[in-house]
């Protein structure tokens, strides 16, 4: 006849203890990575979020001061005009607003550019107040 042989060790000499051990050591390993991935994902996050805040103040400060070299343009073109002043000081006057202007331009370039990264690291549309992730979804 036919005979069949069922072998089944009672003992495993802690092998399979060693195996659950081992993967609770590797799903804790996964556990941390996860967290210190969160935290650096935040930190970044507050990093943007102040550079923004910085860098809108700065813009404010920038605006400012063209407004400022606008008007004293305005004031030196009509002295130059009335003979108050001569093409020389109107020309460092105009070279001044020029500075200014170019100022601004940048400083809107840096604050433009540091809130698109804020965007493209949270995913999240200031303007519509919405997550990008919802674009994704909808299409």
């Known amino acids: 006849g036919i005979t069949m042989t069922l072998s ?8 399979g203890s060693a195996r659950v051990q081992e993967q609770k050591a590797r799903l804790r390993n996964s556990e941390l990575y996860l967290e210190n991935t969160k935290s650096e994902i935040m930190r970044e996050v507050r990093d943007i979020v102040r550079s923004v805040e910085e860098t809108k103040n700065r813009l404010s400060i920038y605006e400012q001061n063209q ?6 343009y305005r004031i030196s073109k009509m002295r130059f005009e009335s003979g108050d002043i001569n093409s ?17 331009l940048n400083a809107y370039i840096t604050y ?9 690291k949270t995913l999240w549309d200031f303007e519509n107040n919405r997550s990008y992730l919802e ?3 909808e299409q």
């Open 8 to 15: 089944y060790p009672i003992f495993d000499w802690g092998r």
């Open 67 to 72: 407004q400022v070299a606008e008007l004293t």
């Open 88 to 104: 020389r000081e109107l020309a460092l006057e105009q070279e001044r607003l020029s500075k200014s202007q170019l100022a601004y």
């Open 112 to 120: 433009q550019l540091t809130v698109a990264d804020l965007k493209r």
């Open 135 to 137: 674009n994704i979804d």
